[in-house]
């Protein structure tokens, strides 16, 4: 069954310290992987995905698949990227799972 | 993104009432999508759509009807309410070969 699993739910950091959010996934196939990013009162927005192989707003996320994981990586966290963050996948064009979300503080 | 709208952004209703989510999106998008966000599941998909006039269920669609005359709109019914459909939903529109999505604001909806 295609699954993604966030487990936290909550994460707090100081302004300026690396942040991580974990993302694991079971998927048999080779899916697309996705970060969305929903900051206070918007509509979610992509962040990155995993084929562009981008770097969005200092966020990296690089797709490990022996471990099956997607993990959102930035190096000095701003005030600004305080939000919730969910990782997602799609198996195809019908479909996409999201994981439960993380919100994110990065405080002062 | 003004290419994805919905409406109301607000809804209060009662148990057992219908109630009609609207979705437009200007794109010409071939596929749509309604999610529901609930605290702790994040979205689930309710029903998506491949073009006009096919839909399919996806994880929970129990409780909700959808139709899709035309490409831009995509309405989602809620054909006798329950308190358990409270929720924020959101639709979402993407166009082949891209797998990601555009989603709108969301609907607050509020069954007492």
């Known amino acids: 069954a295609q699954r993604v699993t966030q487990p936290e739910k909550l994460l707090s950091v100081f302004k300026g310290a690396p942040v991580e959010l974990k993302c694991n996934y079971s998927y048999s196939g080779s899916p697309e992987l996705f970060w969305y990013v929903q900051y206070s009162r918007q509509r979610l927005q992509l962040l990155l995905r995993?084929?562009s192989r981008e770097s969005i707003k200092g966020f990296t996320a690089d797709l490990n698949k022996g471990e099956t994981s997607f993990h959102l990586k930035k190096p000095f966290a701003q005030e600004e990227d305080s939000a919730m963050y969910y990782c997602a996948l799609s198996p195809n064009y019908n479909d996409m799972r999201f994981g439960a979300g993380t919100r994110l503080t990065v405080k002062p | 993104d003004a290419g994805i709208t919905q409406s109301p952004r607000y809804k209060i209703t009662e148990t057992g009432r219908q109630v009609t989510l609207m979705c437009h999106q200007t794109w010409s998008h071939s596929y749509m999508f309604w999610y529901r966000q609930d605290l702790g599941h994040g979205l689930r998909l309710i029903y998506y759509s491949a073009a006009a006039d096919i839909t399919d269920k996806g994880e929970v669609p129990d409780g909700y009807v959808v139709s899709r005359s035309k490409t831009e709109n995509f309405p989602l019914t809620l054909e006798s309410a329950t308190r358990s459909q409270t929720s924020v939903y959101f639709c979402a529109s993407h166009g082949a070969p891209t797998y990601e999505q555009y989603f709108g604001p969301g609907t607050r909806l509020t069954v007492t």
């Open positions: 995993h084929i």
